[in-house]
C-alpha cells in the first residue's frame, strides 16, 4: 500500500499562471480530502469527494479554485491566475467510508507563486 | 474564533520525560484525530478516537466521551525521535462527515 500520493512534490508558478495538482488516494478508499497549510492560517479544509461526488466544498476560495475527481483512482486541484497568496502546501488525505474515520494524507504538493 | 484550541503552541522536553498535550473544543464534537507532522511535511495519523482512551506503544490519547470538548495526547519517556509538530483535528457533530477542523499545532522538541 503505497499511502496517498501527490504529485508534483513542488511546483513553482508565476503569477497568473495556471497550477494543476494531483492526488491518488489509496486503493480502496471512497473519500478524498484536500486541505491547505499555511504558517499563518495554519491547516484548512478546503474541499472533499466521496464515491467521485462532490460533497462539501465549503473552504474552496470562490474564484479560480476548482477540484475534480474524474475516476475512483486520482483527484486533480486547478487553481487559474495563481496569485502570490496562493503559495501554501496543499494536501490530499482519504478515508475509506468518508465518514468520522481516520483520515490518511499525502506528503503535500509545496506551492509557492512567485 | 477558534473552534479548536490546541496547547502548548511549543514544548521542550528532555529525553525520558513526560508530557500531555491537549486540544479543547468549543462545541461538541463528534471524534477527534491526533497526528505528527514530521521534517518532511508529512502527516502520520497517531491515533483516531469516538470515545475513550487508546494507548499505543508510549503515546496514549483520550477523549472526553461525557461532554465531547477536549481530547489530550500523552507521551510518556520522551525521545529525541518524538520531536516533530503534534496536531488535533475534530470531526462535527451532525452530519457523517470526514472533514476535520485542525488546532494550530504543538512544536515539540525533544532533547538530550
Known amino acids: 500500500n503505497a499511502g496517498v500520493i501527490q504529485t508534483p512534490r513542488h511546483k513553482v508558478t508565476g503569477k497568473g499562471q495556471e497550477a494543476t495538482l494531483w492526488c491518488e488516494p489509496i486503493s480502496g478508499h471512497s473519500a478524498v480530502f484536500w486541505y491547505r497549510q499555511t504558517i499563518v492560517q495554519g491547516l484548512e479544509f478546503l474541499t472533499y469527494?466521496?464515491?467521485?461526488?462532490?460533497?462539501?466544498d465549503s473552504g474552496m476560495p470562490k474564484e479560480r479554485f476548482s477540484a475534480q475527481m474524474p475516476n475512483q483512482s486520482h483527484s486533480t486541484l486547478k487553481i487559474q491566475s495563481t496569485q502570490p497568496q496562493d503559495s501554501a502546501v496543499y494536501l490530499c488525505?482519504?478515508?475509506?467510508?468518508?465518514?468520522?474515520?481516520?483520515?490518511?494524507f499525502g506528503s503535500g504538493t509545496r506551492l509557492t507563486v512567485l | 474564533g477558534d473552534q479548536v484550541e490546541q496547547s502548548p503552541s511549543a514544548l521542550s522536553l528532555h529525553e525520558g520525560t513526560d508530557s500531555a498535550l491537549r486540544c479543547n473544543f468549543t462545541?461538541?464534537?463528534?471524534?477527534v484525530q491526533w497526528f505528527r507532522q514530521n521534517s518532511r511535511g508529512s502527516l502520520i495519523s497517531l491515533f483516531y478516537l469516538a470515545s475513550g482512551t487508546k494507548e499505543n506503544g508510549r503515546l496514549k490519547s483520550a477523549f472526553d466521551s461525557k461532554e465531547r470538548r477536549y481530547s489530550t495526547l500523552h507521551i510518556r519517556d520522551a525521545q529525541l525521535e518524538d520531536s516533530g509538530t503534534y496536531f488535533c483535528?475534530?470531526?462535527?457533530?451532525?452530519?457523517?462527515?470526514?472533514?476535520?477542523?485542525f488546532g494550530h499545532g504543538t512544536i515539540l522538541r525533544v532533547h538530550p
Open positions: 469527494f466521496r464515491n467521485q461526488a462532490p460533497i462539501d
Open positions: 488525505a482519504s478515508s475509506s467510508q468518508g465518514g468520522a474515520e481516520t483520515l490518511y
Open positions: 483535528a475534530a470531526a462535527h457533530t451532525g452530519a457523517n462527515t470526514g472533514k476535520l477542523t
Open positions: 462545541t461538541t464534537m463528534r471524534s
